[in-house]
């Protein structure tokens, strides 16, 4: 499957943020770099990635549009589920726009 490179406006766009909260936001992960090899996500790494909060990403969680699966009492969330959640976002955006 072949990634497009998103442009950051239209990630903000559909994040309902803007561009300078958004880069923000990237730059104050502290340090923290996310690891490309794993395919389950805490909640909080997943919500880093996206550039927003770990209580809005528990609420894309609860609502489904972020799916989610529990091992053990872990909350984990499919690597692939971020860039797809962006994706459908995305859709919806553009979708929205032509309408």
Same mark, same amino acid.
């Given at each position: 499957m072949s990634e497009m490179p998103l442009e950051l406006s239209r990630v903000a766009h559909a994040l309902g943020t803007t561009e300078h909260v958004l880069l923000r936001l990237?730059?104050?992960?502290d340090g923290l770099e996310a690891d490309p090899t !794993?395919?389950?996500l805490?909640?909080?790494e997943a919500a880093r990635? !996206?550039?927003i909060g770990r209580t809005k990403m528990y609420e894309f969680v609860v609502s489904g549009e972020i799916p989610s699966v529990k091992i053990g009492s872990l909350r984990r969330i499919p690597a692939d589920a971020v860039g797809a959640f962006l994706a459908k976002? !995305?859709?919806a955006?553009? !979708?929205a726009t032509a309408a």
């Open positions: 990237i730059a104050d992960q !794993l395919v389950a805490t909640v909080e990635r !996206l550039g976002r !995305l859709s955006a553009d !979708l």
